[in-house]
């Protein structure tokens, strides 16, 4: 398992009072997660993902310890984060804590690499860490790790890598003869990159960095 990138947590406390029709208020589901994740993602390459938690007044009062939102990328969740095989995407403690009686907002970003093809879940946790209890989890997310997706972008980055060496030999040429060849190398590079960057994005989609 590889360890998740740099994580950045903001969390905010809402105010006592809330108007009703932003309170949020439902019986049914009153901790709540907002996920965003690309759909599709690239082998060995930094998968993000945001998570958004947000909780009714009093409902993470019974916490013992530090909360801690956890997402993996994995084949199937497990009952917590601890005990799901995959790669860590996100693993961090909410800053600062839930107060009492209060209502509760955070966001914590993160990435982790996805290591294995194929359709996964993205499976979400809220956790008490000292004794264990999820507050709330989601499975509800899926991204497929696309060898196309993969292929394709991989070569962008190598057309990309030529074009850097190419201008950079162009920067050094001096005689004419070697800076025409030099142009017309970079002219080609151009084109090569701007062709494989399409066909990166028509395999990975809008959502997946390049």
Known sequence: MRPAAAVVLTAALAA?????????????????????????????????????????????????????????????????????????????????????????????????RPSAYGVQTVCVYLEDTDVGRVYANSESDTVAVSRPCTAQANRYQAAERALTRARRRLRRARRGSARRRARRTVARDERWAA????????????????
């Open 16 to 112: 006592c009072a809330l108007a009703p029709a932003s309170s949020g208020a439902d019986s049914f589901t009153p901790v709540r997660l907002n996920i965003s994740v690309a759909p599709v993602a690239r082998l060995r390459a930094p998968l993000r993902v945001t998570v958004g938690v947000s909780a009714d007044p009093g409902v993470l009062d019974g916490s013992e310890g530090p909360m801690r939102i956890g997402v993996k990328l994995a084949g199937e969740c497990g009952g917590n984060f601890q005990t799901t095989p995959g790669d860590t995407l996100l693993n961090a403690q909410l800053d600062p804590q839930p107060a009492t009686g209060r209502a509760y907002a955070a966001t914590a970003r993160g990435s982790g």
């Open 195 to 210: 062709r494989d960057r399409r066909a990166a994005r028509r395999a990975c989609g809008r959502g997946v960095a390049l």
